[in-house]
């Protein structure tokens, strides 16, 4: 049984430039988050998906940021037009189904991102 | 809205001894689950120990265990008989439901550092 993986686990960007991330869950699982976390923070909720559906963005979601998972089995998260405040370190977790025994998430280790 | 409060920026603890990190929370959901999770320096989120509102008893997994004080609102997690690969930060975090596959709210984290 393999973890949660993410593909690139770093990425250096100049401003301006669109960049992609990507998200492997752990197979089973049907649901699937994003979060963001800057240095010194707590990571904070971007969405979510339950199979290829998003169910909730975080107002911290712009315009700029979309997320997709379609076909209900990995997901991407792209950022257009980069800014220098979106330099963070990009988790994706991933959870199985609500009537599992466990209760937690399971996160990947995360794409940094840095915007030059 | 949910929200957590960790007041300990960072803590020195003797390797062996026992380690108290707080947690407070805020929400106005009856039904709500709490996680503590470890981030080492390599950046992956480690779950430890979860406990759910209506629990009765506190939740214990090996040397961690969850001291939850309903009426005062704290979750705070216990290691007992540290360890040096304990050294690294720890968050608090909340779901909005029983069950951890709604987006969780985390603290800004304590970083916890063993000495030998």
């Known amino acids: 049984d393999t973890g949660v993986s993410q593909d690139p686990r770093h990425k250096i960007t100049k401003r301006g430039q669109n960049v992609t991330f990507r998200c492997d869950p752990i197979?089973?699982?049907?649901?699937l988050y994003w979060y963001r976390q800057t240095l010194g923070q707590g990571p904070e909720f971007l969405t979510y998906?339950?199979?290829?559906?998003?169910?909730?963005k975080s107002r911290l979601l712009s315009d700029r940021f979309s997320a997709e998972r379609p076909k209900g089995s990995f997901s991407t998260l792209e950022i257009q037009r980069t800014e220098q405040g979106d330099s963070a370190m990009y988790l994706c977790?991933?959870?199985?189904?609500?009537?599992?025994?466990?209760?937690?998430?399971?996160f990947g280790p995360g794409t940094r991102l840095t915007v030059t | 809205a949910q929200k957590i409060t960790q007041t300990q920026p960072g803590m020195f603890v003797q390797e062996k001894e026992a380690v108290t990190l707080d947690c407070t929370y805020d929400?106005?959901?009856?039904?709500?689950?709490l996680f503590w999770y470890k981030q080492p320096s390599s950046g992956e989120m480690i779950f430890l120990i979860y406990?759910?509102?209506?629990?009765?008893q506190n939740a214990t997994e090996g040397r961690y265990s969850l001291n939850f004080q309903k009426a005062r609102k704290s979750a705070n997690l216990v290691i007992s008989a540290s360890q040096l690969g304990d050294s690294a930060m720890y968050f608090c975090?909340?779901?909005?439901?029983?069950?951890?596959?709604?987006?969780?709210?985390f603290g800004t984290g304590t970083r916890l550092t063993i000495i030998p």
């Open positions: 197979s089973e699982h049907n649901r």
């Open positions: 406990q759910g509102s209506y629990d009765q």
């Open positions: 998906f339950q199979n290829e559906a998003q169910l909730e």
């Open positions: 975090a909340m779901s909005r439901k029983f069950f951890g596959n709604e987006k969780l709210t």
């Open positions: 929400t106005s959901d009856p039904s709500y689950g």
């Open positions: 977790a991933s959870s199985p189904r609500r009537t599992s025994a466990t209760y937690e998430q399971y």
